[in-house]
C-alpha cells in the first residue's frame, strides 16, 4: 500500500492532541466487560460464592450494580451509557445480549467461556475497531455445554462449542461490529451480517443502549432518561454526560424499558417497574407486547431489526451515535468508515517491522488489537461494598467470611488493561505490568497511566502492598511493577521525551512496596523470601499460600530471585535518577546491598543443606524449613529455579567515575563482607566483560552454563514452542513428597491441571507461559552483551549445535512466535488439532491469544482471549524485526534499544 504522509499521522495526531490538549478522543472504546455476572463485586451472599450467586441465567433479568457487560460494545469512560449487540436466531430459548460461558464448578478445567468471537482490529484512540462474533443458526446448546463438561474429568479434553455440531455444514453467521469516529463523541457503527450457509436464514438483531444502573442503590438517585426524538432516532440524557443521539438506519422498531431487575422472575416479589431488564426477551421471543414501554421512554432501548440474509450472501446494518444532533447522519457515513480504515493500515504500517512476513505482520496486529480491545471501565467502592456486608472492619463486623476486608481504603473507578474481559474480568497486578511493555507499542501514554494507577493511594495499600485482584487483593503477585516502569522509561526516552517525572513518582510508590516486601516476605530477615503461590498456580508441590502439612515455612527461590530482580530494576531506576538529583547515588547503594545479601542467601560460601542451590545438581529449588530445624530441598525443576537466570544487569564501563559515591559504599562493602563478594557473579572470570561492561547477576558463568543446560534440554525445558514451566524430566519421574498417609505429587503435565489447586483453570506443570519466556530472553540479550561472541553453549543440549546467548534468544523467539504462525504444513500450532481452525478461510486467519500453551505441541489452553500478556508476541516480534546480533553488543545499551525503536512514529 502507498504511503500518504497524512494518513500516517492521523491517528499519530489523536494521540497527541489527548495528551497536549485533552481531546476525549479516548473517551469512547470498548471498555464494557464481557462478563459481569458472577465476580466478586456483585456477590453479596453469605458463603462468598460469587459464581451461584449471580449466575448466567439470572443475568438478563437482574440489574448489576457494579458494571455492565455486553457483545462487542462500546461505553463512556465512565461507563454510563453502554453500546452493545443482541441478536436472536429465531430458535434460541433466550436473547443472547452477552456471552455464555461455563463456572467454575460447571467445567472440567475451571471456568471457560464456550463463544467464539475475536477482536479483530483497533487502533489506540479506537477511531476504528473491529469484532466479529459467530453466531450459530441451530439452537445454541446450552445445556448440552453444561452437563457434558460437567461429567468429564480433569484427565479429559474439554467439551468446545464446535465439538456440539452446531457449526455443521457452515449454518451460522458472521457478525461484524465495527465503529469508526468522525469526532471524539461521534460514533459511526456498521454491522455486517454473513451468513455462511447456503440457505437463507432469519435474524433479529437488536443494537442496544442503554444507562448504566446509577439510580436504584441509593445515594444519587438522579435518572437519566432514553427517549425516541423522531423516527429511528434515541435520545439519550444524562445529568453528568450530557445529551447524545443514537441514529439507526433502515427498518426497525424502537423499543424501550428499564435497566432494573425483574424481581418477579429472580425472586416471586413484586417489580418497581412494569418494564425491566429482560423486556426485549420478552418482547421479541415471548411476543409479550406489553412487556416494553409504549411511551417509548426508559433506560434500556433497542433497534429491532428483523433480518433475512441470503446463502452465502449478507445484511448490513448502520448506526450513530453522537453527542450532536445530525440532519443527515449517513451522508458521510461511508467516507468516514473509509477514511478511519485508512487511518488504521497507516498506523500499522508504521509500527511494524518491514523485515516481518504477511503472516507475522497478521498474528503482530490481531495481537496489539485484542490488548486494545482489553480494556474495561472497573469500578469498586471497597468503603462501599464492605459496609453493605456488614463487615467494614471500622464498624462491627457481623458476617463472616467476607474477602478484602482490610482494603477498605480503595476506590477504583478507571479503565484498566484486563487480562481476559470474561473470565477475568478483573486486573490483576502482574499480569498488567506486562500488559504495559505490549501497550507500549501503540499507546505510550495509556500504558504509563496503567503502571501508576497500582501505585495510587486509592489503590496500593497504606503498608506498601500493591493489590493483586479482586478474589484476594492481599494474594501476592510477582514484583515486576518497577521492571515495568524501568522499560516505558527508557523506551520512551529513546523517542526524545524522557519522562523524568514519571519515573521519580513512579519509583516513591516503588519504594513503598520494596518496603512492604521486605518487611512481609522475610519475617527472620534472612534475606530469603516467601510471598505464596506468586502467580504460578500450582507449579509447588504444596498449595504455597496455604498453611504447610509439615508444618514450619517454605523458602522459595521464585520469591527470592523476584526480590533480587525487583533490586536490579530499582537500583537501574536510582541511578537514572542520580543524574538529575546527587540524592538518589546513596539510595542506589540500597538496593545493591539488598541485592548482595539475597544472592548470598541462596548460596553461601561452603555446600549447605539449608540453601537454594543444589552444587550437586546444578539447579535452584525451593527450601522447606521444618519445626524442628531441618531443611531440605524439594527438588522440583521447575521456573522457580529457573527465574534466577533473570537477575542480570549490565552497567557500561564508566560506572565507577559516573558514580563515585556508590562506587565507595561498594568498596566498603566487599572489604567488610569478602566472603560474601565471592559468590556475586561474575567470580570466575574477573570483574569486566565485553568492552570494559560490568554484570551484578546471581548466576556465575559456571552456575549459567549449568542452568542453561537444564533449560536448553528438549527432554527439559525447551519445548518446540518456548520454556515449560516445568521439567518434562518429570513426565517419568515425578515428584513424590508424603506426609504421614498423604502422597504430594507433581508431575509434568503438558496441557490442563489434574488439580483442583487455586480453581484448576491454570497449570503451571508443563505449559508453556509468555511472560516468564519474555523475561528470560531479555534476560539472555543482558548476559550477551556482557560475555559477547566468546561464550556459547549447546543450543538444544546434547545437539552438539553451540550457540551465542543472542543465538539462543532469537531461537526462543522463533520457537513462541511460531505457535501463532503458519507452519511448513500450512498449520498454526496454536489451533492444534481442531480441524475447523486449522482449514476453514472463514477461520484459519483469527488468531486467538490463549493463556497458556501445551509444553510438546504449542495448542492454546487456558482463557481463550487473554491477549494481556500473551500479546507480548508483538513486542517480540518487533524486537527482533529490528534488532541483531551486532547492534545488540556493539552498542551501549540505552542505544541499543534506541535502534530498536528507531522510526516507529506510531509512539
Known sequence: MPRSAAREVAEQKRLNEAREAGTPWKKWGPYLSERQWGTVREDYSDNGDAWNYFTHDQSRSRAYKWGEDGMGGICDDKQQLCFALALWNERDPILKERMFGLTNSE???????????????STPTHSYMKYLYKYPQREFPYRDLIETNRARTREEFEYELLDTGVFADDRYFDVFVEYAKGGPDDICILITIHNRAAEAARLRVLPTLWFRNTWSWGGDGRKPVLGEAGPGV???????????????DGKAELLFTENESNNQRLWGQPNNTPYV??????RVIGGQHDAVNPDRRGTKAAAHYALEVPGNGSSTIRLRLSATQIERPFADFAKVFKARVADADAFYQQITPATLSADQQLVHRQALAGMLWGKQYYYFDLDRWLREHKHHPLLESRQLNVRNTEWFHMLNADVISMPDKWEYPWYAAWDLAFHTISLALVDFDFAKEQLTLMLR????????????YEWNFSDVNPPVHAFATLWLYKYESQLGRADLR???????????NFNWWVNRKDPDGRNVFAGGFLGLDNIGIFDRSAPLPTGGTLEQADGTAWMAFYCHNMLEIALILTEYDPIYEEIAFKFVQHFLWITYAMDRVGDNNDEMWDEEDGFFYDLLRLPDGQAMRLKVRSLVGLLPLCVSTVFEGDLA????????????????YPELMAQVAPTDQGFTGYKGRRLLAILSKKKLQRVLGYMLDENEFLGPHGIRSLSRHHLDNPFVFNVGSLEYKVQYLPAESNTGMFGGNSNWRGPVWMPVNTLIIR??????????????V???????????????????????????????????????????????????????????FHGDNGAGLGASHQTGWTALVAPLLNLFGRLDADTALTADRGDMLGKVIKGQAGL
Open 107 to 121: 467445567a472440567n478445567h475451571g471456568e471457560d467461556v464456550k463463544e467464539y468471537y475475536f477482536y479483530v482490529d
Open 234 to 248: 434515541i435520545q439519550a440524557t444524562h445529568h453528568a454526560l450530557g445529551e447524545y443521539w443514537l441514529y439507526c
Open 277 to 282: 431488564k429482560d423486556a426485549f426477551h420478552a
Open 457 to 468: 493511594n486509592l489503590y496500593i495499600h497504606p503498608s506498601g502492598q500493591i493489590p493483586a
Open 502 to 512: 514519571f519515573l521519580e513518582r513512579s519509583f516513591q510508590g516503588l519504594v513503598s
Open 657 to 672: 567515575t559516573r558514580y563515585p559515591k556508590l562506587t565507595a559504599l561498594i568498596h566498603q562493602f566487599q572489604e567488610r
Open 779 to 792: 534476560a539472555l540479550i543482558n548476559l550477551y552483551q556482557f560475555y559477547g561472541d566468546d561464550f556459547t
Open 794 to 852: 549447546e543450543c538444544p543440549t546434547g545437539s552438539g549445535q553451540h550457540m551465542t546467548l543472542f543465538q539462543v534468544a532469537e531461537e526462543l523467539v522463533r520457537r513462541l512466535t511460531g505457535t501463532f504462525l503458519r507452519n511448513e504444513q500450512g498449520q498454526r500450532p496454536v489451533y492444534g488439532g481442531a480441524d475447523t481452525f486449522q482449514n476453514d478461510p472463514h477461520w484459519r486467519d483469527l488468531i486467538l491469544f490463549y493463556e497458556y
